[in-house]
């Protein structure tokens, strides 16, 4: 079945996009539109990250639930919302960590390790998405899967302590249990 799963992954990567997008892209003619409307979703990387790809495809090994989980989100995304999703971080280094909690108060108090350091989170950019949307994402997220998730929750929309709401993002935290 791994195998399968990896397959899978790597085919979908043929279907990914590279590019960042805004709101205000339409397509280029109205054949576009119509095979577009078609999609289930497309899940794009942050400015077209070749990393965020290939993490995306390996995520099929390291935690296939998570991955399962991701083009869940990005299918009710385009059927809810009409809207695709963008993936702006999967693995995290230490270092990676340190860097970006470094204006934390709170991650100079104690260090934290995060979920994105085990291949157990992704981080969706929330920019795209009104407030009702982002709250309409999170209750589903959580309503479906945090009956199965060893974590207490399975998404939120958030900034980094200190960051300030332009860094505001979705955060997606998933083990089965």
Same mark, same amino acid.
């Given at each position: 079945?791994?195998?399968?799963?990896?397959? +899978?992954?790597?085919?979908? %990567?043929?279907?990914?996009?590279?590019?960042?997008?805004?709101? &205000?892209?339409?397509?280029? #003619? =109205? !054949? &576009? !539109?119509?095979?577009?409307?078609?999609? $289930?979703?497309?899940? /794009?990387?942050?400015?077209?990250?070749?990393? +965020?790809?290939?993490?995306?495809?390996?995520?099929?090994? $390291?935690?296939?639930?998570?991955?399962? +989980?991701?083009?869940? %989100?990005?299918?009710?995304?385009? @059927? !809810?919302?009409?809207?695709?999703?963008?993936? %702006?971080?999967? /693995?995290?280094?230490?270092? !990676?960590?340190?860097?970006?909690?470094?204006?934390?108060?709170?991650?100079?108090?104690?260090?934290? *390790? #995060?979920?994105?350091?085990?291949?157990? @989170?992704?981080? +969706?950019?929330?920019?795209?998405? %009104?407030?009702?949307?982002?709250? $309409?994402?999170?209750?589903?997220?959580?309503?479906?899967?945090?009956?199965?998730?060893?974590?207490?929750?399975?998404?939120?929309?958030?900034?980094?302590?200190? *960051?300030?709401?332009?860094?505001?993002?979705?955060?997606? =935290?998933?083990?089965?249990?």
């Amino acid at each position: 079945m791994s195998g399968l799963l990896r397959i +899978l992954g790597k085919i979908l %990567t043929l279907f990914v996009k590279n590019a960042t997008i805004s709101q &205000t892209e339409k397509p280029k #003619s =109205q !054949e &576009t !539109e119509n095979m577009t409307s078609k999609v $289930k979703g497309i899940i /794009y990387f942050k400015n077209g990250s070749k990393r +965020l790809q290939d993490e995306f495809v390996a995520l099929v090994d $390291k935690n296939k639930d998570l991955h399962e +989980l991701i083009v869940d %989100t990005c299918a009710y995304c385009k @059927a !809810e919302f009409n809207k695709d999703i963008v993936i %702006t971080m999967l /693995y995290r280094t230490q270092d !990676e960590q340190d860097n970006l909690y470094k204006d934390s108060t709170k991650y100079k108090e104690k260090k934290f *390790s #995060s979920p994105h350091q085990y291949h157990h @989170a992704v981080d +969706l950019r929330s920019s795209t998405f %009104t407030r009702e949307e982002i709250d $309409k994402l999170v209750d589903y997220l959580n309503k479906v899967y945090n009956s199965k998730n060893y974590y207490k929750w399975t998404a939120k929309c958030h900034d980094i302590d200190g *960051s300030g709401p332009q860094a505001e993002h979705f955060h997606i =935290q998933f083990v089965k249990r």
